[in-house]
């Protein structure tokens, strides 16, 4: 252990988050966290299954931030399931057998069990529908507070200062092939506003797969490049069972649950940066005054308040924040905030479940908009709009939505992201297919100049 670098103070915590694991929290020096966070992502990554969730010291983008890193490394149990039916009572029984710290993910296709939808689209990744771990080792970062659950707490973080960190570069990116042309995703926005038109829908988000086959990538060197250009407060590593990865750089949170508090962040309204600060307070002007956008957002403002009034006492959900307007570094977010109390006699689980999939990535009404997503593009969704994140022993947690993502098949070698956007009546077709090209920049740059 290089004591001499990472200065710390230990206390023992041994009952600390309801865990049968001793804990210890260490303090370290703020000038090395940056250093210590680089060796606990290869860490992590040394192990067959990890999770690594960090808000990149976001700490005020969206707010209600519990900690600036999660990690969890190992797994002592696990809850993989392939069939989206009964899968949230079966992680309410796997919670309450563990009564741990759990970390993983919620396909997109647990609509199939929310729902009567089906998903028969290909799906070149093969993501389990719903993946939940016991981590051996738990890792929580909190400013220069480092908490470490796990059988030997110092041995782990000797063994995690002493990893030898390398700035690794990532390797060229393939070239990604569209799973659907640009006419033919012009054309299927047309479809998509004759379905309002006629009343179908009132909003629909249409999403397309870039995809890549004999793709031999380094997952965690490109996962730190692709946060050197977009460092955003949900971002994820994950790696499962050695074979499946998710490098996510997610701007939104899904849902998170704070004591008996529901909080939603649902993101609808994208801008472009600018090239000057001038042009950038434009942007963000136009951006907080456009109707379109605004009426994209309060759409979807009003399908979440339905959604958590299905859990939450009654007159308890509110707007926190409408058209809040956050920077990132290739865009500008309209954001709002919509939080509510959980019912006394209703299980937070059952809270996801109701929830779930967010508006935000479906539309309005949500079940027609779901049918109309699997009508009309051309590849399985996976875990691309799900949610990857944790929950704590007593029920609380807190879930990104899966955008902005690089999803990865070690095994078949297939590489893989998506983009998409609401379309609404007033969507201009051309202009939809520029707001996905937007959303994917960050992935893009990543094989600029390499390929």
Known sequence: MCAYFFQFVVYDCSSKNNSTLPTKIFYIQSDVLHQFKQKLYGYANSFATCLCLDNNQNTNACGYNS??????????????????????EQLKEFHTQNKSWLLGYLGYDLKNGVEKLQSNNPDGLGFA??????????????????????????????AI??????DELAAPLP???????????????QHVRRHIEEGDVYEMNLCMEFF?????????????????ISPVPFAAFAKFEGEHYAMCASPERFIKKQGEKLISQPIKGTAKRG????DDEALKYNLRNSEKEMAENVMIVDLVRNDLSRSCTIGSVQVEELFGIYTFPQVHQMISTITGTLQNDTHWIDAIARAFPMGSMTGAPKVKAMQLVELYEESRRGLFSGAIGYITPDGDFDFNVVIRSLLYNAELQYLSYHVGGAITYDSVPEDEYDECMLKASAIQQIGVGKN
């Open 275 to 278: 090239e000057n600060t001038a």
């Open 175 to 189: 070239k990604f092939t569209p799973r659907i042309s640009r006419d033919e995703y012009l054309s299927k926005v």
């Open 212 to 228: 890549a086959q004999n793709a031999h990538i380094n997952p965690l060197a490109t996962y730190k490049e692709l946060l050197k």
């Open 129 to 158: 529908s719903m993946y939940f771990f016991v981590p051996e080792i738990l890792v929580t970062l909190k400013g220069e507070e480092i908490t470490i659950d796990a059988a030997n707490p110092t041995a782990v973080f000797e």
């Open 161 to 166: 200062t002493a990893f030898s960190s390398v």
């Open 67 to 88: 900690f600036e890193m999660v990690v969890g490394i190992g797994a002592k149990a696990t809850l993989k399931l392939d069939e989206a039916s009964n899968a949230f």
